[in-house]
């Protein structure tokens, strides 16, 4: 039975100031990229990073593939961001596929780079592994990638968190000591998988808080592209997509425009419900694409710096 309208209510409502007016741009950004694999690709990955940058982001990171499979074209990107742009460029790092001596020698070069963030991650299994076993001679998870990146330099260190529990953890404990270990071992911060629930969020956030946890957890938030993708994403990671979404994607994927508008609208609602929770600090899924993440920064009162 469809829930009686109060027409009273519906008036105020309408009449009210819009969700986004006199937002004070008090928040602060970050922006992730995966390295491109042609030079069509690294052509929009250029363009996408001079779009973002003069919002002046905490940081840019870029994704590193399993196995170190993306390891050169990571390193390229990051040390371009680093020198070109003047954002301080974070690098990905997991424990995927090598020993620790492989990974050790990436961390340093990052930083003999010039690199002093890196995101370090487990990592995904590979391509075809349905589940993570750890190299024999590597590191068998993030906490202990966190130990020995802290051996090697004075990073700074995110690392990932997921509001909705890891689909490898034991039980919703077990995946916040988790989270609590890799950041005792040295970690600054945790940035969230998507999510599309600010109320997940907040949930996850005074979880951790009860567990001891007092890092900044970062929420991660991602436009749809593809709603299709997203789906896909998101069986992957755990991710509960709401069953409104569906419906009000439908038949979008073959109208990229108007996908955008919808997906602009949506993503920036739930970081504005995000902000009324008292969130300042927001990182962005830009799949190497800028428009979305710039109208959702833009309805979130972050305008471009230094008059550019």
């Known amino acids: 039975m469809t829930a009686e309208l109060d027409p009273a209510h519906e008036e105020r409502t309408a009449h009210d100031e819009p969700l986004f007016s006199g937002l004070p741009g008090d928040i602060n950004v970050s922006f992730e990229f995966f390295p491109p694999k042609t030079d069509k690709m690294a ?32 390193h390229e990107q990051v040390v371009r961001i ?11 790092l997991t424990c ?6 492989e990974v050790d020698a990436v961390a340093r070069h990052y930083w003999e780079s010039g690199i002093r963030h890196i995101v370090a991650l487990r990592g995904d299994p590979p391509e075809g592994e349905h589940s993570f076993s750890p190299h024999p001679q590597g590191y068998a998870n993030a906490a202990e990638l966190v130990a020995g990146l802290k051996a ?15 689909p490898d953890a034991a039980s919703e404990a ?16 945790a940035i969230t998988q998507f999510f599309f629930d600010p109320e997940c969020f907040f ?33 992957l990671c755990g991710t509960a997509i709401p069953d409104w979404m569906e419906g009000l994607f439908a038949g979008l994927d073959e109208r990229p425009a108007a ?28 799949l190497n694409r800028a428009e979305l993440s710039y109208a959702i920064c833009h309805m979130l009162g972050v305008r471009p710096r230094g008059g550019q």
Request: charged share 25%; with cysteine; aromatic share 8%.
């Open 174 to 189: 077990d995946d916040l000591d988790n989270l609590k270990r890799k950041l005792d071992a040295g970690a600054s911060r």
């Open 43 to 74: 052509n929009t990955l250029r363009e996408s990073v001079a779009t973002l940058a003069p919002l002046a982001p905490r940081f840019m990171s870029v994704t590193y593939g399993a196995g170190g499979s993306t390891r050169e074209r990571t």
């Open 259 to 286: 996908r955008q508008l919808v997906s602009a609208t949506v993503a920036a609602e739930l970081c504005r419900r995000l902000y009324a929770g008292d969130v300042r600090d927001f990182h962005f899924y830009t």
């Open 203 to 235: 949930r996850f956030r005074d979880k951790a808080a009860n567990t001891g946890i007092d890092a900044e957890i970062i929420p991660g938030i991602m436009p749809v592209m593809s709603f299709a993708a997203v789906q896909r994403m998101s069986g």
């Open 82 to 92: 680093n020198n070109e742009t003047g954002i301080p460029a974070a690098a990905h």
């Open 96 to 101: 995927v596929d090598a020993t620790r001596e």
């Open 152 to 166: 090697i330099a004075p990073f700074e260190i995110s690392v990932g968190a997921y509001p909705e529990v890891h």
